[in-house]
């Protein structure tokens, strides 16, 4: 290809490859346009680049690199799949084009980095460029720098890892060369611009002089937060913010924004080296710690504080060296030891972290006691310490001790720890210091502010005001009820100025919106939180003079609607009673004055009148002006106060009383009813609650009052005043409506403890109504306390206590209703916020209010020595000890003194039962202790992890049942945090390992969320994938889903860099699987979503963030479950608020619930499914009728890829959930077609479910669904897989049997519509099973979808094989069923019209009625035998793979196949008949196209290019090769395949160039090893074109007189060297079958062989040539595959006459090369399907007839061949005749066996004997069955009424057994019974041969011709034989005689003129195997039936040519042997003379 003309003709991709750089400069440029051009991103012609993009950048010429580059740029930037790329891309672009002199190279290099950093693909580039910095070429490591620096610059540090950049920066600072050095302190002020001071530490120890500059540097740095500029593809609304801001000049609200986002990533600790310093302390420090001097004691804390100093330390067990130094601050004299101690204690903390937080707990109380010191420095350090500690823990674990030290009479203390707490809360945000945390500190610290001590109100104020800026008013509020004004200003004046660390975020909402909506206010007006608001507020609700107490309520109420709902919950709740306690009793003057003003006169004379009919028409008066009184108005307590004026409660009139008990309920529900009010009037109420006629007028007005003033206030006062009076039925009733009123209201708020004791004492009454009341009111608590509510009755009576477990029991399983009430009126619409959050904590508050023990002082320093002594008795009593002092306490404080040390010890006791005894106390511990067993969880907990590693069974389970038994107590939090877990992980401990993964498996898909260190046991996790262990193995694989819940597929898969590269890949692996199996993360609960609201203004992005990180793959799974959303309601009712839109993402379960793809992608998914099926891992979808567990099992599988909702709808128990599921399925099959396509395994297995439900309206939906997707299906050219037709097709033909008409007609519609999406061929065998159902309508539905599937499709359908299958349909002919009957009638007239009388052949005997009745219809219907109709051509290419799998398998034995028989009468007919109806492109005929020129240039190129490609299915096929037939790839080699198929179609092109030119490409993609896997997958096809052109070289340009002699040899060259360099690939020449090797060796033998090659100019050239490559073939090709052919190829030509001698000999020839060969490949080569070859080869050459041959070359090769087998294998090769079904049939097996036993016999050991036995044995059994056989045949024809059928069989006998010996039986009878027998099987003969005439003269389907020739034949031959020549007249010879002359063509003498083309053809070889035109067409089906057939009729005609007359066959070949003897006895005579 020299000159520019040719490369310009090139596709754009093989430019882009060429050796010429214009030419790569060329393609460069047009594939820069072609990507610029590409719309679609997704576009299949990006991945043909896929492979070239490196190359793009790496170009040698600079000129073409530049071009590369920009094309390269391009690409990344718009394609899809540029991801790929990365890393050989950045690899390139750092190594070639970092290094280039031209900074326009340099520019694109650092662009395309750049880009890929865009496209998400960041780490990758990073990774490239820091191993750049190790290059040595300085122009590199500048390049990289730089790239880095602007990479950063442009992206920011979220995006870029700061900590691997920062740990290189000090070895470039000290690069020798400059440019070097000037890039570093660039890159190095850029990361200081990122994160500002963290970078300090790493960079202190490099050069003075460049640490000084580099300050001055950073000085200039501008103080404004840096902000990213430039975006990832996922970060688009990101980018658009940006922008909108850039326009606007960047508002100040989105600075702020920007501003959190930005914190500093990079902590120092991070960037820096941890030291070890344990193995560094003194030697003698422990000594002199405990030293009586000073100094002493001095010198040793002095050691430790310089070790401390190192800023991070190791993590160890510094569990001594904390002990020692809590005692020196505990308990030291001296002060400056004590601050030196406290010194050191603060370094440890800063040094360790979050590492020494299991010490914290041990600590803290120490230094608080330690405030009392007043010294200045001691006081400093120890608050320095306490500090540094409060960081390394949480404030949860700590708070039981803070709360502990703050009841301390020293006001130093006190006022010290008030400090640290306000320091702490500064270090808190809102959900880390929640309504549990702050109710106790609250409490202690209102304390401080009412301390007498200044210092100590003035801490308390600062560590309230602190909480109150953290957590907000609306949650700190409720705790300040009781502080008057001067003190709530005071705390929020001290709010005001508290800096929090976590910056203006974390603030409540109310001062943020405060902020920003009242700008114009006065700073002392918001500063009370908005009073104007407020007041108006209090206005509408009372006397204006309550207005300063209402102030105090909470936040302001109007600034923003969101505030209303987030604040307003605070005040709804307890606002109201926080005012009215201070509501002052108003006189009964007062009270009437004000009564009068609202009330008419005369209703208030008549309230006390003795008439109480005027007693009545006043309340009705009192209730009409409540009714219309305005709430302002109302003065609720004067009214309730004329109500109880006399005779008020004692009211007798039940009317009356009646009226005013409701108009109590009337005022509180319309007036700002206030407990003052409430009080007047509740203990009337108790007193009528328990009356029959107004009690429920009672309750009533009850309800009322509690929704005015709050349950918790009036349950209290109800019960209260209920257990005061006597009377039972007010108490059960009281209990009665409690019961009801927490139902409405829910349980927060309610004091248990008050409760509780009323509760005991209603359950001691006498009277059973007031008990029965007690247990139902306690099964309502129960539904919100849970199981800690029967701790407080544990001490009851066991009868009662019974009764409590049977109501708790009830109540088991339930879930509390959703509050209706009490969130009404003034609680705007956030009331039930509040609630919602403490409702969680009530659990906890019940357990906090259990009475605790404080066994403190019992674990004395004996106790815990005794735990410790020598003696394992004593320790045991020690843990006895212990045992009985928790049980005695049953519920303990957390103050368990020296305990968890001794217990720690235990645990790793020598004495197992010790240890157990040990984790039994743990276990009790965790239950005494409650949650607040949290605290040991580090130094107690994870060494009981450690026993889980115990090699006892029964030790680890215990130890496991503690675990958890903790776990349940402390959640999970505490264990996951710090590295401890995944140092236990890290222990190369088998059983540990199983049993903390099958832990972590089972805890963390519980979790909602997991502390960052999970991360830190990933690599340990990754190790146990590989562990020795199998157990381990798995429980690792069964934990890695659901670490990815928490981590996500990216960080895991960021976590196997560090692997090595084959673990990595295998993890990677099975990480992919994983990722298909994650499930969703479980749903937060609703008060997520309402703090949204209600938290601070920054929360706008929260919800969507934190769904997109849930999801995973997907946002549907993790929208939190609608059902749960309890907060839901809150949104509906606050109309207009600002918030509602927030809420309704996760809330609101209507539509937008329901967006997003409802069926989801999941990579891989199908495939797993399958491989989990084939692997026995699920169950197989195979059932009579679904059981639970298939229904489980599909749900659990469609969980990670259907929406949850419609999951939901799918397998909801109401059908009308099913049809909507359809309706959506329906609606959604458009527009998702590859999800549909990518679940349609499981979409179908539901259908099946839904084809057993008995609603037909489901049924109809669901054949409605089927037809629009299997339309669907066929557009897409989707073709099914089996797994998705054997687990459907089967139960839909279920439904062809339904009684409704309207849904049979559907399922047969359906049926039609699936041949479109899966070969006809095998939906046949499913119809054909559906005919065997006892359904009769089934029955005969199927059959009539069987008649239309042959009309359609032709008889290729028919599987296994016609025959099997007509005989099948014929059965039901005479069915019971008229219908079936008919059925089965028409399908066989079907078949009839379009297969002729072969039908009555194949059908085999039918009994005479049903015989019959089939003629009777044949004739009925008037058609006649047509062709195959054109449907055909569709189910073709459908069925290529199946054939072609056959064909390359195995060869079947014979069976009663003819379609296998059609392709083999091909080549003889195609003379006589070439009109052809069959469509061409399927029926290609060979000798038409070698005998036509024209029609081979048209038809080739379309034949192979001709849709192939995009036809086939992929197929599972166990053997590869099939890929030659039905090349299908996947899109990203679709293009390849398609040149490549181009191009191979040219190779057989008529025209010499053409072809020349094709080959010549071949063969430069042959010679690259880098291409030469692109041939893959197209080896047979290639060779089929080449056998083609070889073909045409002998047949037609040989023979072409205008042709150049020269060309011709120019051909062969290029053939040969095509193929050459073919079999020098190995892996390529091992994909060519067995097929096109036979026609290959024998294409390239009868080349060789030709006479005319002899005398070209080059002929000896060419021979040399061939030689040279059969050589290559025979040692390249796949061993089985080439011995295979050339034993067929062998018995072929040994078969055909015409072929000579010269042929045989030279496959022989090959075949001895091949025995040669066999030592070294005997291992690679399948002996089994060697022995069959060889078997059949004995089939068709016995010994006998070998030894006929002229030569006996062939006898001596297969001898060769056996021996050199036998002695290769030994005895074992008799373990190889697996695939002969018939062994008896040929000499194989007896013949090995006297091979092996001559050998055994040879080597001198004892004989085998048994082997001889055996192999007589089966000779005599093979035999002796065949004798029975015929025994039974004759038996028939004795008899009457089975003479025919005897006869049939008999004929049908001697056809397949030609060597049987019938003569015996026929001597045992009369003369007249054998002329009958001979006489039958004659009649037979000729009806047979008739039959086979009648197709010929229709003019159909040559194929069928010879089908029965030969084997009538062969019969007649040997039943002459058999009769002695009797009866026989010349007539029958003649007339086969002209049979056969017609069939091959014979006429007249016509033979001589051939040309000698027809000898060469492969005639023979199509029976034999797959022949590769064949194999092209993909007609061959059952091949070694077939062949049996043709070696008869081969054999039979060519003898009877080469005799010329009519006379039996056996007579030429015996006469000639006769002569040969002859001859042999003359030569022996005259050489003995």
């Not at 420090?285 to 330390?313: C, D, G, H, S, T």
């Not at 008795?873 to 928790?886: A, F, H, M, N, Q």
């Not at 998702?1232 to 609603?1255: A, M, P, Q």
């Not at 060769?1760 to 290769?1768: G, P, Q, S, V």
Request: charge should be neutral.
């Amino acid at each position: 290809m020299g000159d520019d003309s040719e490369w310009m003709k090139l596709p754009i991709d093989q430019k882009c490859e060429h050796k010429l750089w214009k030419a790569r400069l060329n393609g460069y440029e047009e594939a820069l346009k072609l990507f610029q051009k590409i719309d679609d991103e997704k576009s299949p012609e990006w991945s043909k680049y896929l492979g070239l993009i490196k190359k793009f950048v790496t170009d040698s010429n600079a000129v073409a690199q530049l071009k590369g580059l920009e094309a390269a740029l391009a690409y990344v930037e718009n394609a899809h799949v540029a991801g790929k790329t990365t890393g050989e891309v950045a690899s390139g672009v750092v190594n070639k084009v970092f290094n280039q002199p031209k900074a326009r190279a340099k520019e694109l290099g650092l662009d395309i980095c750049l880009m890929y950093i865009e496209i998400e693909k960041g780490e990758t580039v990073q990774e490239e460029l820091l191993k750049g910095l190790d290059n040595k070429n300085p122009r590199i490591i500048v390049a990289c720098i730089e790239t880095l620096r602007k990479a950063l610059s442009e992206f920011g540090s979220k995006i870029i890892s700061l900590k691997p950049i920062i740990k290189v920066l000090p070895k470039l600072f000290e690069s020798r060369e400059k440019a070097v050095r000037d890039e570093a302190k660039l890159l190095a002020v850029e990361i200081y611009r990122w994160i500002r001071d963290a970078l300090r530490p790493p960079l202190q120890n490099i050069n003075s002089v460049q640490l000084k500059e580099l300050e001055e540097e950073w000085v200039k740095v501008s103080s404004a937060a840096p902000k990213q500029t430039r975006f990832l593809r996922s970060q688009q609304e990101l980018k658009a913010k940006f922008e909108q801001q850039q326009a606007a000049g960047g508002d100040a609200d989105g600075g702020d924004d920007d501003e959190e986002e930005v914190v500093p990533q990079v902590d120092a600790y991070e960037l820096l080296e941890a030291v070890e310093i344990l193995s560094k302390l003194p030697k003698d420090f422990y000594e002199k710690i405990e030293a009586k001097k000073w100094q002493e004691r001095k010198e040793a804390l002095e050691a430790v504080e310089m070790l401390v100093k190192n800023p991070k330390l190791e993590s160890g067990d510094y569990a001594d060296l904390v002990k020692v130094l809590k005692k020196v601050v505990g308990k030291d004299t001296n002060v400056m030891l004590v601050a030196l101690a406290a010194k050191c204690l603060a370094g440890l903390a800063t040094g360790l972290r979050k590492k020494f937080g299991q010490y914290a707990g041990h600590v803290v109380p120490t230094i608080l006691e330690k405030f009392k010191e007043k010294k200045p420095q001691v006081v400093q350090a120890l608050q320095e310490a306490i500090d540094a500690i409060f960081l390394t823990t949480t404030l949860q674990n700590i708070s039981e001790d803070v709360l502990a030290v703050m009841d301390n009479k020293n006001p130093t203390i006190k006022q010290q720890t008030s400090l640290f707490i306000a320091r702490s809360f500064r270090h808190c945000t809102p959900s880390t210091l929640p309504k549990s945390l702050l109710k106790p500190f609250c409490a202690a610290l209102l304390k401080h502010i009412n301390d007498s001590a200044p210092e100590v109100r003035d801490a308390g104020f600062e560590a309230l005001g602190t909480a109150l800026k953290v957590a907000g008013e609306k949650a700190v509020n409720p705790f300040l009820a009781d502080v008057d004004k001067l003190k709530l200003d005071r705390i929020k004046e001290c709010a005001e100025k508290v800096e929090l660390v976590y910056g203006k975020k974390t603030g409540g909402a109310a001062e943020k919106k405060e902020g920003k909506t009242a700008p114009g206010r006065t700073p002392a007006l918001s500063g009370a939180g908005g009073d104007k608001e407020t007041k108006d507020a209090a206005a509408k609700r009372g006397p204006l003079k309550k207005a300063p107490a209402v102030k105090s309520g909470g936040p302001p109420k109007k600034s923003k609607p969101a505030a209303a709902m987030g604040g307003a919950g605070a005040k709804g709740k307890k606002g109201p009673e926080t005012k009215e306690i201070f509501e002052s009793e108003l006189s009964i003057e007062v009270c009437e004055e004000k009564a009068a003003a609202v009330l008419p006169a005369s209703c208030i004379q008549q309230l006390d009148s003795g008439n109480w009919k005027e007693r009545l028409a006043c309340m009705e008066e009192f209730q009409k002006a409540v009714e219309l009184m305005e709430r302002s108005e109302m003065p609720c307590q004067a009214l309730v106060r004329m109500l109880a004026k006399k005779p008020g409660w004692k009211e007798t009139n039940f009317q009356v009383m009646q009226m005013k008990l409701h108009i109590v309920a009337l005022i509180a529900q319309k007036g700002n009813f206030s407990k003052t009010s409430a009080q007047v009037v509740l203990d009337g109420l108790v007193d009528k609650v328990g009356d029959v006629k107004c009690g429920s007028n009672a309750k009533e007005a009850m309800t009322a009052i509690a929704e005015a003033c709050q349950l918790p206030w009036t349950a209290e006062q109800v019960v209260a005043m209920a257990f005061s009076q006597k009377n039972p039925k007010n108490q059960s009733e009281t209990l009665n409506w409690l019961s009801n009123a927490i139902k409405e209201f829910g349980f927060s708020g309610l004091n248990v403890k008050a409760f509780i004791s009323n509760v005991k004492t209603a359950l001691a009454a006498t009277n059973p109504a007031v008990r029965t009341s007690a247990i139902t009111l306690l099964g309502v608590m129960y539904l919100y306390v849970g199981p800690p509510l029967r701790m407080f009755f544990e001490d009851e009576k066991p009868a009662l206590l019974s009764q409590i477990d049977a109501e708790f029991e009830k109540m088991q399983g339930q879930t509390a209703p959703v509050p209706t009430r009490g969130i009404s009126g003034h609680s705007a619409g956030g009331g039930d916020d509040g609630e919602e959050e403490e409702q969680e904590d009530v659990g906890n508050d019940v357990v906090d209010l259990l009475p605790r023990t404080d066994i403190g002082d019992k674990i004395t320093a004996e106790l815990v020595a005794k735990i410790g002594d020598k003696n394992w008795k004593i320790r045991k009593e020690g843990l006895d000890e212990v045992t009985s002092i928790i049980n005695e306490a049953k519920f303990i404080q957390p103050n368990i003194g020296e305990l968890p040390a001794a217990l720690k010890s235990r645990l790793n006791d020598s004495n197992k039962i010790l240890v157990q005894q040990t984790l039994s106390i743990l276990q009790q511990l965790a239950t005494a202790m409650g949650p607040n067993i949290k605290q040991y969880v580090k130094n107690l907990g994870i060494p009981v992890i450690t026993v889980l590693g115990d090699s006892k069974n029964n030790v680890r389970a215990a130890a496991l049942a503690t675990v958890n038994a903790w776990a349940e107590q402390t959640g999970m939090k505490e264990w996951l945090e710090g590295e401890d877990l995944s140092e236990e992980l890290k222990k190369e401990n088998p059983f540990l390992r199983q049993e903390l993964l099958g832990w972590l498996a089972e805890k963390l898909p519980t979790l909602r969320s997991v502390p960052s260190d999970l991360l830190l046991c990933v690599p340990h996790l990754y190790s146990c994938l590989e562990d020795r262990n199998g157990d381990v193995r798995k429980k690792a694989q069964d934990a890695l889903p659901f670490f990815m819940i928490h981590l996500g597929f990216e960080k895991m898969a960021k976590a196997t860099s560090k692997l090595k590269p084959t673990s990595k890949d295998q993890v990677l692996a099975m990480l992919e699987k994983a990722k298909a199996n994650v499930p969703a993360k479980p749903a937060p609960p609703a008060k997520a979503s309402s703090r949204v609201v209600g938290g601070a203004a920054p929360a706008k992005f929260q919800p969507a963030s934190a769904l997109a990180e849930d999801s995973g793959s997907n946002t549907m799974e993790s929208k939190p479950d609608p059902k749960k959303a309890k907060a839901g309601s809150a949104s509906s009712k606050a109309k207009g608020v600002q918030g509602k839109k927030m809420l309704s993402k996760p809330n609101l379960k209507e539509d937008d619930d329901k967006s997003g793809p409802v069926f989801i992608i999941v990579p891989n998914g199908k495939e797993q499914r399958m491989k989990d099926e084939k692997g026995l891992k699920v169950l197989k979808w195979n059932f009579t009728t679904p059981r639970d567990e298939y229904i489980e099992q599909l749900k659990t599988q469609m969980s990670s890829c259907v929406a949850k909702w419609l999951q939901d709808e799918m397998f909801h128990a109401d059908f009308q959930h099913h049809n909507k599921a359809l309706a959506v399925m329906i609606e959604h099959l458009e527009s998702e077609k590859d999800g549909v396509i990518s679940c349609l395994d499981l979409i179908l297995k539901w259908l099946t479910l839904r084809f057993f439900d008995t609603n037909t309206s489901v049924l109809m939906k669901a054949l409605e669904y089927l037809k629009v997707l299997f339309h669907m299906l066929s557009q897409e050219e989707y073709h099914l897989t089996e797994n998705e037709a054997s687990s459907f097709i089967p139960y839909l033909i279920l439904k062809v049997g339904e009684p409704k008409d309207v849904i049979r007609r559907d399922v047969r519609a359906i049926l039609n519509k699936m041949c479109l999406i899966y070969p006809a061929s095998k939906m046949f065998t499913f119809i054909m099973e559906g005919t065997k159902s006892k359904n009769s309508k089934q029955r005969a539905e199927c059959l009539e979808e069987l008649g239309c599937l042959v009309e359609s499709y032709g008889m290729n359908v028919c599987q296994p094989t016609p025959g099997k299958a007509l005989k099948e349909m014929a059965i039901h002919i005479g069915d019971r069923d008229n219908t079936v009957r008919n059925a089965a009638l028409n399908t066989i007239v079907t078949v009839y019209n379009v297969h002729g009388d072969q039908v009555f052949k194949l059908i085999g005997n039918l009994s005479e009625k049903d015989m019959s009745m089939l003629e009777e219809r044949i004739k009925r219907s008037a058609k006649r035998p047509s062709a195959a109709p054109l449907r055909q051509a569709e189910e073709k290419p459908q069925r290529t793979q199946n054939v072609g799998a056959n064909a390359t398998m195995l060869r079947k034995g014979p069976a009663e196949d003819v379609s296998s028989k059609l392709n083999q009468n091909r080549n003889m007919g195609s003379h006589s008949e070439p009109a052809h109806t069959v469509p061409r492109e399927f029926q290609l005929d060979l000798d038409e196209i070698e005998n036509d020129n024209g029609t081979v240039r048209c038809e080739m190129p379309a034949l192979v290019q001709h849709k192939l490609d995009d036809i086939f299915e992929p197929v599972l096929i166990p053997e590869p090769k099939i890929r030659a037939v039905s090349p299908h790839f996947d899109d990203m080699h679709s293009s390849t395949a398609s040149i490549i198929n181009l191009v191979v179609s040219q190779v057989a092109s008529g025209d010499v160039n053409a072809s020349i030119q094709a080959l010549a490409q071949i063969d430069e993609v042959l010679r690259q090893e880098d291409k030469a896997e692109a041939m893959s997958g197209h080896i047979d096809q290639f060779l089929i074109a080449t056998i083609m052109q070889l073909r045409l070289i002998y047949s037609t340009h040989m023979a072409d007189e205008k042709l150049d002699k020269d060309e011709i040899v120019k051909l062969c060259s290029c053939v040969f060297g095509s193929m050459i360099s073919l079999f020098q690939i190995e892996s390529l020449a091992r994909e060519a079958s067995i097929g096109v090797l036979k026609d290959l060796v024998h294409s390239l033998i009868t080349l060789m062989l030709d006479s005319r090659v002899e005398d070209l100019e080059e002929g000896e050239q060419v021979i040399r040539s061939i030689n040279f490559l059969v050589l290559k073939v025979l040692k390249k090709s796949d061993q089985t595959n080439i011995l295979s052919a050339l034993l067929v190829l062998l018995q072929d030509s040994l078969l055909t006459t015409a072929s000579s001698p010269k042929f045989s000999e030279l496959v022989m020839k090959c075949l001895w090369r091949m025995v040669r060969l066999l030592p070294e490949t005997i291992n690679s080569i399948n002996l089994d399907r060697i022995l069959l070859e060889i078997h059949t080869f004995l089939k068709v050459f016995p010994k006998e007839k070998l030894k006929q041959c002229k030569s006996d070359l062939p006898m001596r090769t297969l001898k060769t061949l056996i021996h050199t087998l036998c002695e290769l294998k030994g005895p074992k090769i008799l373990d190889h005749l697996t695939m002969i079904d018939d062994k008896n049939e040929s000499e194989l097996e007896a013949y090995l066996c006297s091979v092996m036993k001559h050998s055994m016999d040879h080597s001198g050991s004892k004989a085998d004997k048994d082997t001889e036995k055996g192999a007589s044995r089966i000779e005599e059994k093979a035999s002796k069955a065949k004798a029975d056989i015929l025994a039974e045949i004759f038996k028939k024809i004795g008899s009457k009424e089975s003479t025919k059928e005897g006869l049939a069989e008999l004929y049908e006998y001697k056809k397949k057994y030609s060597d049987a010996d019938i003569e015996y039986f026929l001597k045992l009878s009369s003369q007249f019974f054998r002329s009958y027998v001979e006489r039958g099987l004659r009649l037979i003969e000729t009806e047979q041969e008739g039959k086979g005439r009648i197709p010929a003269s229709t003019g159909i389907s040559p194929q069928m011709e010879g089908s029965c020739v030969p084997a009538s034949t062969h019969t007649v031959s040997s039943s002459i034989g058999n009769t002695n020549g009797e009866e026989v007249g010349p007539s029958v010879y003649l007339e086969r005689l002209k049979i056969l002359r017609q069939r091959c063509g014979l006429d007249s003498a016509k033979q001589e003129d051939r040309p000698p083309l027809t000898s060469l053809l492969p005639k023979p070889s199509v029976p034999a195997v797959a022949s590769s035109t064949d194999m092209l067409h993909s007609k061959l089906s059952q091949l070694r039936e077939s062949r049996e057939q043709y070696q008869h009729l081969d054999l039979d005609s060519n003898q009877t040519h080469s005799s010329g007359i009519g006379t039996t066959l056996a007579l030429p070949s015996s006469g000639t042997n006769i002569d040969d003897l002859k001859k042999r006895l003359e030569r022996i005579k005259s050489s003995r003379k």
